[in-house]
Every structure is written in C-alpha cells, then in structure tokens.
C-alpha cells in the first residue's frame, strides 16, 4: 500500500524558511512524476512545484524562485526547500504524484507564516 508522510512544517516568520519532507512507502516513487500540493483554509488544494522521474521542475508562478522541489529516488524521499516565505504561504502542504488520483492523500504538513 503506498503511503505518503509529510513533514518538516511548522512556524515560521515572513522570510524565513523551512524544508518539508515526505517519505512515500511501496515500491512506486521511482516510476513516478512527483508533485507538492497545498491548501490554505477556505481554498482548493493547488499544484505547487512538480519534478519528474528525471528530475525536471516545474514551479507554480509564485513560488518561483523562492521554493525548490527535489527527490531521492535511492531513499524514496521527495524534499521542498521553502525560501524567503510570505503569509500567504501559509497553508498544509502535501505530497502525491503528478498527477494525483491514484494514490490516497497522506495527512500533510503544516506551515505557518505570521509575525
């Protein structure tokens, strides 16, 4: 059964930074594109960042520049490394693969961003 469990959130002040992790259980990440979701309160859950299975990005407009998606395919580990965060940043912050719908949503990350 694949699993998804994001970490790494928590709270932090405008332009500071954080890096989020998920670890996706099963044999799957390897033979998939990746992508970092989030939702705010009241919002739909939004594409943030992609990476395909060889590593090519591509981030929503603007997160660009300031968050940077990777993967370690050896360790079955998707990394976000969140820079430079703005209050509307804030949000639960969730892994899956790209697209989603195949495999169930993990219970996200947290993130934060007040003064």
């Known amino acids: 059964q694949v699993q998804f469990v994001e970490s790494g959130g928590g709270l932090v002040q405008p332009g500071g930074s954080l890096r989020l992790s998920c670890a996706v259980s099963?044999?799957?990440?390897?033979?998939?594109?990746m992508a970092w979701y989030r939702q705010a309160p009241g919002d739909q859950r939004d594409l943030v960042a992609t990476?395909?299975?060889?590593?090519?990005?591509i981030y929503q407009g603007s997160v660009k520049g300031r968050f940077t998606i990777d993967r370690d395919n050896t360790k079955n580990t998707l990394h976000l490394q969140l820079d430079s965060l703005e209050p509307e940043d804030t949000a639960i912050y969730y892994c899956?693969?790209?697209?989603?719908?195949?495999?169930?949503w993990g219970r996200g990350t947290q993130v934060t961003v007040s003064s």
């Open positions: 099963g044999s799957i990440f390897s033979e998939y594109h």
């Open positions: 990476i395909t299975i060889r590593g090519t990005t």
């Open positions: 899956n693969t790209n697209p989603s719908g195949t495999f169930p």
